[in-house]
């Protein structure tokens, strides 16, 4: 798996989940120079963006998630998380995780398998 998420879960409303990808080090051998998304798909609607970072740091929200969410990343773990605060309802969604390379002008190249998280009110 070239990319694995983690850390999906059952969470009341107001509360927090940190998510996970780990991406294969076999596949991004120059994973610091990737921007790295998150995305979420909710039952009967089309996958949207949630998060990206660039290789240099810098971060992108929608925003529906924007003062809330913040993804961050470890270069040296080959990892990128998302730290979701003040969840609603709304949020939940199979959240997946989507790299980029440098090379590329628009879109992901690699997708990793969702991860469900699931907020109740």
């Known amino acids: 798996v070239q990319l694995q998420a983690s850390g999906g879960g059952l969470v009341q409303a107001g509360g927090s989940v940190r998510l996970c990808c780990e991406a294969?080090?076999?596949?991004?051998?120059?994973?610091?120079?990737?921007?790295m998304g998150w995305f979420r798909q909710a039952p009967g609607k089309e996958r949207e963006f949630v998060a990206a970072?660039?290789?240099?740091?810098?971060?992108l929200y929608s925003d529906s998630v924007k003062g809330r969410f913040t993804i961050s990343r470890d270069n040296a773990k080959n990892t990128v998380y998302l730290q979701m605060n003040s969840l609603k309802p709304e949020d939940t969604a199979v959240y997946s995780c989507?790299?980029?390379?440098?090379?590329?002008?628009?879109?992901?190249?690699?997708w990793g398998q969702g991860t469900q998280v699931t907020v109740s009110s």
């Open positions: 294969d080090v076999r596949t991004f051998s120059s994973y610091s120079s990737y921007r």
């Open positions: 970072i660039k290789s240099g740091g810098s971060t």
């Open positions: 989507a790299a980029r390379r440098s090379t590329t002008p628009s879109g992901y190249d690699y």
